[in-house]
């Protein structure tokens, strides 16, 4: 008899290892496989089935789907390590007033507006987790203090429910198996 699956998608900036460690530790009946999800094909991948559950950026149309919220990410800018913001500890966004803002031409696109803001163009708005991920020496990160935060959330398809999505939603909220839902 083969071992259930189950395919835990997850977008840039989230790392699941922690939830992974969890599960295994349970010994739990079903294999957990890991899938990489660009933000741009989280709803996607649920509704295609490539994913069972998935670590999703809202905001995110929820129709359909049970979501669990889980944490805030913190907004951060990037600059070039020569920009005159490179030097503050943290970013507020009266600092920002008078320079060029690199905009989000898309939900992938963080990798590339890092590149640019390291070139000394402009600044790149993003969650902290994203500016983290993309790092280069060529380029800071600072936390944005007044930025409005993203939120990190699990979704799943509501007719897909069952026990073992349960129980991945339980090693997120750290329920151990003495624990009650």
């Known amino acids: 008899m083969t071992r259930p699956l189950l395919r835990v998608g997850f977008v840039p900036g989230v790392e ?9 530790a ?18 996607a991948a649920l509704d295609e089935g490539e994913v069972d559950m998935c670590f999703v950026r809202l905001p995110l149309l929820t129709d359909e789907l049970h979501v669990v919220p889980l944490w805030e990410e913190r907004a951060a800018v990037v ?19 008078e320079e060029t803002e690199l905009p989000q031409q898309d939900p992938d696109d963080a990798a590339s507006r890092v590149a ?36 990190i959330a699990l979704a799943w398809p509501r007719e897909a429910d069952d026990d073992t999505r349960q129980e991945f939603v339980g090693v997120v909220r750290g329920r151990t198996a003495r624990s009650s839902r």
Do not use: C
Request: aromatic share 4%; charged share 30%; no cysteine.
């Open 79 to 97: 600059v070039g390590d020569e920009h005159v913001l490179s030097v503050l500890d943290e970013i507020h966004e009266e600092d920002l007033v």
């Open 26 to 43: 349970g010994r739990r009946e079903a294999w957990l496989e890991l899938v990489p999800v660009p933000v741009s094909r989280q709803r």
């Open 116 to 151: 640019i803001a390291a070139a000394g163009v402009g600044y790149a708005r993003m969650p902290l987790s994203l500016a983290r991920l993309h790092h280069r020496k060529d380029a800071v990160h600072r936390p944005l203090v007044d930025g409005g935060p993203t939120r």
């Open 16 to 24: 699941p290892d922690r939830f992974v460690r969890r599960w295994k």
